[in-house]
């Protein structure tokens, strides 16, 4: 198993996140990378850089003008009066796209204040200088890892971050620019008619469900927290099971509260028997590790005994596998939960 991560990827500084009506140090840091590249190291994993992704490559998933603004964003806020030091939007359009899960056309508003609240949902997604130049770095480890795959690799490790699985075509959300897994898995569809990509992060993926909600070509489960209470709060329910060409080909397993070892590895058993029924050549693995019960975002009971059971399991569909990083926000519980579910995963 080859990984890739590039120290471009640890540009993204934000130091403000809204949660419970404040702003806080943001749980999506740094650390995040540093600390995984060392337990990974363990199983003898080296790092390797990716090479730089091209522009089409990203706009394989995600609409041009918006990757336009989030190149530009940051210079054009601080070009405000009196402005703050990071991008976070203050006013939100009055429709949502909540009905049409794709890519909605170019705002008609061309200031960066309107612009901020089309293009970013939510208040996880602050843009520092260096933000847009980490999301492309983060990106480029996903191409890399899936180029890897394509170049005869049984498996690779993108180790991403800022991470993917909640940005839309259109739209930034819960720390996400660029979202990996979708473009890993667009990348795969070069030569695998059918790729399936598993997300068991303890969000919903919404934004990898959006991308591909009314395509038959990628199936798309995820197991996760219930949002009804929880984020992403809108999408990621049990009757979400695609629209048009792709009704059929998206599965939700929302997980009560409380939730443990045992209803984690079943849900992933289903997902995975969804992914071979459906006849995937390759497989895509937004892995998670805040499904953790040592998570501080985490409403679930899962412990680090889960994660070599789900390794074993989706190691053993012997599939060409690209495993990119999502979310996991205590260091600990990511660096015990990485190990072992890789460990095993190369073990099945």
């Known amino acids: 198993m080859r990984l890739f991560f590039s120290p471009e990827q640890l540009a993204h500084r934000p130091t403000q996140y809204g949660v419970h009506g404040r702003l806080i140090k943001p749980l999506e840091n740094p650390e995040r990378g540093e600390t995984l590249i060392a337990s990974l190291g363990q199983l003898g994993l080296v790092a390797e850089l990716p090479a730089p992704i091209a522009r089409e490559t990203v706009t394989g998933v995600h609409a041009d003008h918006y990757v336009g603004f989030l190149e530009t964003a940051f210079e054009r806020f601080q070009a405000l009066p009196n402005a703050g ?30 612009q901020a609240g ?24 996903a191409a890399a ?4 795959v394509l170049d005869g690799e049984t498996s690779a490790y993108a180790l991403c971050r ?31 008619e059918r790729v399936a990509i598993i997300d068991f992060d303890t969000h919903h993926g919404d934004g990898t469900q959006a991308i591909f909600y009314s395509r038959d070509d990628v199936f798309v489960g995820s197991t996760h927290t219930d ?11 049990a009757e979400e099971r695609g629209a048009g060409a792709g009704e059929g080909f998206n599965l939700n397993l929302p997980l009560a509260p409380g939730a443990g070892d045992a209803a984690f590895v079943a849900a992933v058993e ?8 459906f006849g995937a050549e390759a ?52 660096a015990e939960a990485a190990l072992a579910f890789v460990a095993a995963f190369q073990e099945g």
Not at 145 to 148: S, T
Not at 162 to 190: E, V
Not at 270 to 277: N, P, S, V
């Open 227 to 237: 949002p009804s209470a929880y984020y992403p709060h809108f999408f990621g329910y």
């Open 270 to 277: 289903k997902l995975a028997g969804a992914a071979t029924r």
């Open 145 to 148: 890892a899936a180029q890897a």
């Open 162 to 192: 800022p991470p993917g699985h909640h940005a839309y075509p259109d739209r930034a959300n819960g720390f996400c620019f660029l979202n990996n897994a979708a473009i890993a898995a667009q990348q795969l569809r070069q030569r695998y």
């Open 118 to 141: 089309w293009y970013i949902g939510d208040l996880s997604c602050a843009m520092t200088a260096g933000s847009f130049r980490a999301a492309l770095a983060s990106a480029a480890s």
């Open 85 to 114: 030091p990071e991008v976070l939007p203050n006013v939100h359009p009055y429709y949502s796209g909540a009905t049409q899960l794709g890519a909605r056309p170019r705002p008609r508003t061309t200031g960066i204040l309107g």
């Open 283 to 334: 497989l895509v693995v937004s892995a998670g590790w805040d499904a953790h019960r040592d998570d501080p975002l985490s409403k679930l009971d899962v412990t680090t005994a889960a994660y070599p059971l789900v390794g074993r399991l989706l190691g053993g569909l012997n599939l060409p596998t690209v495993i990119v990083q999502e979310g996991g926000y205590s260091l600990a519980a990511v």
